[in-house]
């Protein structure tokens, strides 16, 4: 975790939640890819453009970095041999361990996360452009809460916003359908509540330097 991650609110939570929590900041990542790639992530980022490229490669570092912190494989193991991509050439994974994991970025962060069940954390920065959109993913009654909330509007918005994408990774649902059928039912600053076909989940909150992160699990760490 970086250091900048210690200061941000309800991090220790987060990390509570889940087996391992890795946050680390884009632009500090200068990895020589060569050395970090397998061969089939290799075959994969040479098919990329330089931004795609870069958002992948800081997530293939986070995971291998989150592997190796929840002792999943020796410090000295080479990063060119922990396999960070699942049988689907797309989902991640934790070196074939079986656990479950989730990686999402912003422009400036990247987090991934580790479960002994299904998980899904997402990170987003606070904008303007967020509260503008929200038509496309409150429902009526979340609409209703965005109007309540003590929090800022922004702040509310982005919320909203990370727990239906990190419900979707989750859940196996595509984002449209998590927009549709995941409802926030209470939101607050470290933690909110959904529900998704009857179930309720508990969602922990993350944020600090203008970026908010949520993490969906769906069982007890």
């Known amino acids: 975790m970086t250091k900048t991650a210690s200061s ?4 220790e939570r987060l990390r509570e939640a889940c087996l391992g929590l890795t946050l680390l ?3 500090t990542l200068f990895p020589i890819e060569g050395y970090l790639f397998t061969p089939r992530e290799m075959e994969k980022v040479l098919k990329m453009g330089p931004r795609r490229r870069k958002s992948f490669t800081a997530a293939r570092i986070a ?4 592997s190796r912190q929840i002792g999943l494989i020796d410090e000295s193991r080479p990063d060119h041999t922990i396999e960070t991509l699942g049988s689907d050439n797309e989902t991640p994974c934790l070196d074939q361990s079986g ?5 999402s970025h912003s422009d400036r962060f990247v987090v991934a996360v580790a479960h002994r069940h299904p998980v899904g954390v997402d990170i987003e920065a606070v904008s303007n452009k967020i509260i503008r ?3 496309l ?3 009526p009654s979340e609409q209703l809460l965005f109007s309540q909330s003590t929090l800022d509007p922004g ?5 909203v916003w990370t727990i239906k994408e990190a419900a979707a990774k989750a859940l196996g649902l595509h984002l449209f359908q998590a927009f549709r059928e995941v409802e926030v039912i209470k939101g607050d600053i ?3 509540v959904m529900t998704f076909e009857d179930k309720t989940y508990s969602v922990n909150h993350g944020e600090g330097d203008g970026q908010v992160i949520s993490l969906v699990c769906c069982g007890e760490p």
Not at 8 to 11: A, D, M, N, Q, R
Request: positive net charge.
């Open 25 to 27: 900041e884009i632009e």
């Open 8 to 11: 941000w609110s309800g991090i």
């Open 155 to 159: 702040k509310t918005a982005t919320r």
């Open 133 to 135: 959109i929200r038509h």
């Open 137 to 139: 993913f409150l429902s």
């Open 99 to 103: 656990l479950y994991c989730s990686v």
């Open 63 to 66: 995971l291998k970095d989150l």
């Open 190 to 192: 470290e933690k909110s």
